[in-house]
């Protein structure tokens, strides 16, 4: 009893042109895959790498009175863009949107192939909390830490 691939035709050079073809591309998109999650991480762990538990421990906020890290009612300015990002200027405002005083902290956007990342400085120079996007989930949708 002979196996059924006995008598198959050998493989054409095309044949075997086309599926190292398909080995090559395979192999690039595995690799820009890779480069682009590295380049991800890398940006993401530079945008936060002072916005941690140790860094903050012991740390008093400036505005004791609040709840809330920035006031519920806020202006962002943009600021110039840097090469690195963009930054926003918080500046506390009231009801109508009228600004109620000095800045009390940046949001400083740093951009990244797969989300951007925002981390939030108060005006005491420590970064408190960061935002990223969610690229994975359905809608507009955000992850606060």
């Known amino acids: 009893m002979s196996a059924p691939y006995e008598n198959m035709e050998p493989e054409t050079c095309c044949q075997k042109c086309v599926r190292q073809a398909k080995k090559c591309v395979l192999g690039t998109c595995c690799l820009v895959i890779l480069a682009v999650c590295l380049v991800q ?13 140790r860094s903050l421990k012991n740390y008093t906020y400036p505005d004791v009175s609040s709840e809330d890290l920035v006031p519920r009612n806020s202006l962002l300015v943009e600021r110039e863009p840097a090469w ?62």
Not at 41 to 53: E, F, I, P, R, S
Not at 112 to 132: A, C, K, L, M, S
Request: aromatic share 14%; with cysteine; hydrophobic share 45%.
């Open 41 to 53: 991480g890398v940006l993401y762990w530079w945008a936060t790498m002072k916005c941690n538990a």
């Open 84 to 145: 690195w990002g963009d930054s926003f200027i918080n500046i506390p405002a009231d009801s109508a949107g009228l600004p109620l005083g000095a800045s009390d902290g940046v949001i400083f956007m740093t951009w990244g192939p797969i989300f951007n990342t925002y981390v939030y400085q108060d005006i005491g120079g420590h970064e408190t909390f960061v935002i990223r996007d969610r690229p994975l989930a359905l809608g507009g949708s955000h992850k606060i830490m």
